[in-house]
């Protein structure tokens, strides 16, 4: 393995046209992104990655372009990487996703420190300097109101709950929320998912990170109201509790 992650790695992304919008409307189309992190130690399957998966399967809403990556567990990575996704897709916003051993419900992060990274990543290296910035800010905060955003998901039809945090870990999940925040502080939020099926299966995570999309959207002033799940979507979570049940019937 190589000691660094090369631009080349990160170009496999659709490109997009830069005047969009809705066939037969005069909505915009709204670009989002949304990533999650591939494997690492103790998470071989990473939950975030595959809630992301689940949530490009179902899409959002019909004027929202649904962007979706799996980064790898490196700092040398999200340096690449963060500010391509920025620069190329001139996202409205930015949802990113990791997962969290000590996470029950969705935990939407508030804010992200710019050091302290020391932990190694996949590639057995940290930030360097263990700081994203050399001359960053030592915080940044979301400006979106994550605890309204809790408050619609918990309001809403999605099984899975949310909770607001201000700890991110301080790792590859925290040091991709700076990164993000040092190109816009209102239009990025970073949500823990906790393991898959410990409780929620990965179609409802989906359900609930299609919530908070959603939401965000709406405190942006890009969406006028809050769509409801799809059917296939309610069919998909239908079928994935049945699978469950019949295996725990099994043991």
């Avoid at 919008?21 to 975030?48: D, Q, R």
């Avoid at 508030?110 to 290296?125: E, F, P, R």
């Avoid at 809403?156 to 700076?178: F, K, N, Q």
Wanted: with cysteine; net charge negative.
């Amino acid at each position: 393995m190589e000691d660094s992650d090369s631009e080349e790695d990160f170009q496999a992304y659709p490109q997009l046209n830069d005047d969009l919008s809705v066939p037969g409307t005069e909505l915009p189309l709204i670009n989002v992104v949304v990533t999650g992190f591939g494997p690492f130690a103790g998470h071989p399957i990473n939950a975030s990655a595959e809630v992301v998966k689940e949530l490009k399967k179902t899409g959002l809403t019909h004027n929202v372009n649904l962007v979706t990556m799996e980064v790898p567990v490196t700092y040398d990575a999200v340096q690449i990487i963060v500010p391509r996704l920025w620069e190329e897709y001139k996202p409205q916003l930015v949802v990113h996703v990791g997962v969290s051993h000590l996470a029950e419900e969705l935990t939407i992060e508030k804010l992200a420190h710019n050091c302290g990274y020391k932990s190694l990543d996949v590639n057995g290296k940290t930030a360097p300097s263990q700081c994203y910035s050399k001359t960053g800010a030592e915080c940044l905060h979301t400006t979106l109101d994550v605890d309204k955003l809790c408050k619609d998901i918990n309001d809403s039809s999605c099984l899975a709950m949310a909770l607001p945090s201000t700890d991110a870990g301080r790792y590859l999940c925290e040091y991709i929320y700076y990164a993000s925040l040092s190109h816009s502080t209102s239009s990025v939020m970073f949500i823990h998912v906790p393991k898959l099926n410990k409780p929620y299966t990965v179609a409802e995570l989906a359900d609930a990170l299609r919530c908070a999309v959603l939401a965000a959207l709406k405190q942006l002033n890009l969406l006028h109201s809050l769509p409801l799940p799809g059917k296939h979507v309610l069919e998909e979570i239908q079928r994935q509790n049945n699978q469950i049940t019949k295996t725990r019937e099994l043991l």
